[in-house]
């Protein structure tokens, strides 16, 4: 069993930046996979970025140039630096990890871009 816990989500305006936080309990690098999704209310939770099974990394077109995936297999950390912030970034954010026949959820963090 992994437990995520993800942090750094907040109000930013339009423009600004956040960085996105993703501590595993367990190793991360037999994960399959590992990325960040994000939901808005009433609306299917969506891909946002992920290091995906086949070793590549795999962005949202509407947040590529802006957001950046990266990880620590050390610390166990995957985060997400998101630039150039826009309101229709506003979602609740949850980190993702995946084995074989497993998938696990962070309870997520609320970023909002507003002015």
């Known amino acids: 069993q992994v437990q995520l816990v993800e942090s750094g989500g907040g109000l930013v305006q339009p423009g600004g930046s956040l960085r996105l936080s993703c501590a595993a309990s367990?190793?991360?690098?037999?994960?399959?996979?590992m990325g960040w999704y994000r939901q808005v209310p009433g609306k299917q939770r969506e891909l946002v970025a992920a290091?995906?099974?086949?070793?590549?990394?795999d962005y949202a077109d509407s947040v590529k140039g802006r957001f950046t995936i990266s990880r620590d297999n050390v610390k166990n950390m995957v985060y997400l630096q998101m630039n150039n912030l826009k309101p229709e970034d506003t979602a609740v954010y949850h980190c993702?990890?995946?084995?074989?026949?497993?998938?696990?959820w962070g309870q997520g963090t609320q970023v909002t871009v507003s002015s």
């Open positions: 367990g190793s991360i690098v037999s994960m399959k996979a």
């Open positions: 290091f995906t099974r086949g070793g590549s990394t």
């Open positions: 993702n990890a995946e084995t074989t026949y497993v998938r696990y």
